[in-house]
């Protein structure tokens, strides 16, 4: 079953301007990942952000992660054309197998 | 090269033929998964590989779905008497093993059965 969850579904925003995508999910986690997917093909592995840490940065990406809400937001900043394509966040669970579940995905669109 | 390759990039079939999905991964990365992915969803978790231990087959949706990873190197996904809902892009990843590691995904099959 699906873990994680992002929202919004679909963001279309001007270029320039910051884009936040959340993601919730239910149950303890390890850590918490997000990826990028251009076209429908192989994702790209953003940034990953600990149980234990409360903010990460990465170049114009900002990933926060609350245990307490069992959420984790990735802001964008200044966003490019470039930026359009699906993030897909993917928990990574405490105990058990050492696999990831991946939420459903938002469509970020950047128009120029 | 060093990323993780499938073959074939694309794979157009017949309802009811059989089919092989071939997986390389980074060398030395004990970890191997499979994924699939229907048009505008998520990825789906098919069966996960780690080193020499038994793999997780729990996510296979069917008994028609079977892999293998041959010399702890490469995988082979195979689909048997394939479905028109088999369709969809499968994926690969590799990882290093450690728990929760990142994961490095292949360019994908996109599977299409007529």
């Known amino acids: 079953s699906q873990q994680g969850e992002e929202d919004p579904q679909a963001l279309s925003i001007q270029e320039g301007e910051n884009a936040t995508m959340n993601c919730s999910y239910k149950t303890s986690i390890n850590n918490l990942q997000w990826y990028r997917q251009n076209s429908g093909r192989g994702l790209v592995h953003l940034i990953l952000i600990r149980s234990n840490e409360r903010e990460k940065h990465s170049g114009r990406l900002r990933v926060t992660l609350d245990t307490s809400k069992k959420s984790s937001s990735l802001l964008i900043t200044a966003s490019r054309a470039a930026d359009t394509a699906s993030y897909f966040c993917a928990t990574g669970p405490i105990q058990g197998a050492q696999k990831l579940v991946f939420g459903q995905g938002t469509r970020l669109t950047i128009n120029p | 090269g060093a990323g993780v390759s499938q073959s074939p990039s694309n794979k157009v079939t017949e309802k009811g033929k059989d089919v092989e999905l071939r997986c390389d991964p980074i060398?030395?990365?004990?970890?191997l998964y499979w994924y699939r992915q229907s048009l505008g969803q998520g990825l789906e978790f098919l069966i996960y590989f780690q080193g020499n231990s038994a793999p997780d087959k729990s996510g296979l949706p069917s008994d028609r779905f079977s892999a293998e990873r041959t010399g702890g190197s490469v995988s082979t996904l195979t689909i048997q008497r394939t479905q028109q809902e088999d369709s969809a892009v499968y994926l690969c990843a590799s990882s290093l093993g450690v728990t929760n590691n990142e994961q490095f995904f292949g360019p994908g099959t996109r599977l299409t059965v007529l």
């Open positions: 060398s030395g990365h004990t970890a």
